[in-house]
């Protein structure tokens, strides 16, 4: 940990940030009818192994996992529960919807729980859980700012009970609950948290729909909630829920519309832009994903398709991240997107891989996950610092250290009043592995590369896969596959659009180069011709014993331009390998390098560093200074370790 004092220095701070330089389905008690066609290999049935990802994941669950609980102790957000309950006396702390905040937490500690057993931690969110029952009112209400004090209550909390849902988070907030308690059953078994949200959700049921009340939730997640809730128990009448929050959404008959902050100026079925805030329009499209799934709802996954094309080919960074605009936390205009001022919160982009990911399951299609690997090491991964104890609200391209961004601060933030991203963190990071495999009858898909082990049922056989590789420093994927008997399996293997010579899908940016890199194959050590279906690259076989399959990925650097229409970034390129944006910053260069000129003619150096920044690839080359005849060095680092070594005094202009 850095000391305290080094973080309070905003004012003075010259942290320079440049990416642009001039030129899951488990515990089921019921199956339900109709799934995904493509089924994710559940995280539970996928071990890490040591490398750069498990690193990541342990910091997650002994450092950041702990260290949120302890802030949503210090801030009241547990209190607030235990006051609702009458276990203890007092006024509600914080914000409104705080209570989310903890929902997020225990979602991300069960998933840890369950392939981590640890009594400590149990107990104590036995005894959390003990609180949030207790702050649940007798029929089935859960918002802990009513409970408390519903005299007091106002404002955007509304007076009665899901009167404001423009603003309340009433349902937002058990959506989230949702969640927590499904990933807390599956983890323990224990019914504690799931009986609290079913009665809730029970309540839902009865209060909201047709005939009844018609409003919708300012904030989606209850959709997301309602199907894992479905997927659980088996009971028609939360996906049913779920629809219905879809279904209203943009239908004036039964509430105000809310306009296109909330997706809500439409029904889904007829928009085509993506729009408004942009954490809701994630988990809004995710949650629609899920319920087209589940349904069939053909409409749905049309327009998904359309807001998808507008938001990849026109509103995205490219780090993945989404939602330019800080005034409303949410997508601007095409093309607008501007470096310095960038909000992309951490949640956009985490909204962004849920729904991308979604997308993937239902079509198999790569464009997919190759938003999803992009996000995932870019505008996500930068949201959390290297120690586990800092995040990224926003997640700018470009910074000059006394900006004011990121809620006020310019470096990494211990934790924030709306502190919605870093227990946002803390779910998506133990999940993850369950983004690697996923499995479509005979057909078995890696979609990313992590070291890991997972074991499969394929054409009635089991079906082990042991995947190791240096990724993302480099590009050789070493994998084993293991069969008992002879097995007819497709392994699909996704070769990431940087790869294939696509940075993103559409023509948002591209390789200044477009030499192809050859990609080679060997099975068990003899080279194969390399076939690639629609950026998989396809092994076809009778699999029988072990099998060694070695891919090869070259890993180039590459400069990135944008479309011209993206004003911020003409005459400009970026820096990238593999997955991986890269940014220049002051404490490696010199004062002046946002300014500096780049030739791109020249090839970079790339090096792996162990020693810097827990190990990481560092792109070195020349760039021109201001004024100066002769290029200067200069040096980059991958985006996502950017601030993460404190901002020293002696910086300071
Ligand atoms: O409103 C709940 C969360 O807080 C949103 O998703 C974030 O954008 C932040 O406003
Ligand atoms: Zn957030």
Redesign the pocket.
Known sequence: MRPICLKNKQSVLSLILIVWLSIVFEGCIQAPVREYPIRPVPFTQVQVHPGFWFHRLETNRKVTIPYNFLKCEETGRISNFAKAGRLEEGDFEGIY?ND?DVFKVIEGASYSLHVHPDEQLEAYLDDLISKIAAAQEADGYHYSIRTINPDKVQGNCGKERWSALNHS?EL?NVGHLYEAAVAHFNATGKRTLLDVALKNADLICEVFGPGKHMGVPG?QEIEIGLVKLYRTTGQAKYLEMARFFIDQRGNEQGHALYGEYCQDHRPLVLQDKAVG????AG?FYAGAADVAALTGEGQYVEALEKIWEDMVYTKTYLTGGIGAEPRY?GFGPSYELPNATAYT?T??AIASMLWNYRMFLLSGEVKYMDVFERTLYNGFLAGISLEGDEFFYSNPLEANGVQTFNQGACTRSPWFG?S??PVNIVRLLPSLPGYIYSQNQNEVYVNLFVNSTTQLEVDNNDFRILQQSAYPWEGKIHMDIGTDKGTRAKLKIRIPGWSRNQVLPGELYHYLSDQEEPISLFVNGEMQPVKIEEGYLIIDRKWKGNTTVILELKMPVRFVKSNPNIEANRGRVALERGPLVFCAEEIDNFKGILEAGINTHQKLHYAFDPDLLNGIGVLEGKVQRNGEEKPSPFKAIPYYAWSNRGVGRWLCG
């Open positions: 919807f989310s988070h937002y904030h805030h942009s954490v809701r988990y936390e919160e949640c956009a709306c919605c991203c």
